[in-house]
């Protein structure tokens, strides 16, 4: 008996809501908005875009993640080969960007560090180094007179640990900043933004130590 008032105010609010919806639904612009909604993403978009790919109807994840495998694979194949194209003996930095001892109007510093990608190996360094250097040579042979500095920074705690970067300063001017132990210390102790902004500051004024009038 006692929860015969409950039962009561429920069923209230049970016909209070479907005599709401009654006369909503009697509306006809509402009933033609709701049609379309259902037919547009119930029916429609899911049989269009079942295998678009970046679509939220694709259900074939692996397919996708195949997909995505390859244009890094492709990608990274091209940057590698345009990469054996260039002069190892002499460091780009001293190659055809500028002249030795020319000023430097603008000096692009990457910033890298060791990063887990579990077993995929994107090697995003390499890419955008060598897409860095096709745009700085493309520039160059439309007549450009502009002196271009690529340099990499190697803020990972371990540098020596960083094999794509230490492969990479075979190309371009390289400078690390964690060395020796106590710089290693000083950088576990600092919580991960600081640590960040304390690296920035390093790799800029790396790159500044070559005068160049802009320093990116």
Known sequence: MESSPDITWKECLCKTAWT??????????FRQMASLFVVTFVFLFPVLCYNRHYSLYCSNGGH??????SQNDESLSA????????????K????????????????????????????????????????????????RRRGSHMNYLVSLC????????????IRLSTFVHSVSKYHNDEMRRRAARLVRIEKEKQDYVFCLKKSLEFQPRTAS
């Open 20 to 29: 709401a919806v009654g006369c909503i639904w009697q509306n006809v612009f």
């Open 64 to 69: 996708k993640k195949a997909l995505l495998i």
């Open 79 to 90: 940057a590698e080969d345009y990469l054996r194209t260039l002069n190892r003996t002499q």
């Open 92 to 139: 780009v930095v001293e190659g055809h960007l500028h002249p030795p001892g020319g000023r430097i109007d603008v000096a692009f510093m990457i910033i890298t560090m060791t990063r887990r990608t579990g077993e995929a190996r994107p090697q995003f360094l390499t890419q955008t180094l060598a897409r860095l250097l096709q745009v700085i040579e493309n520039d």
């Open 154 to 165: 190697n803020v990972a705690s371990a540098p020596e640990n960083h094999t794509e970067a």
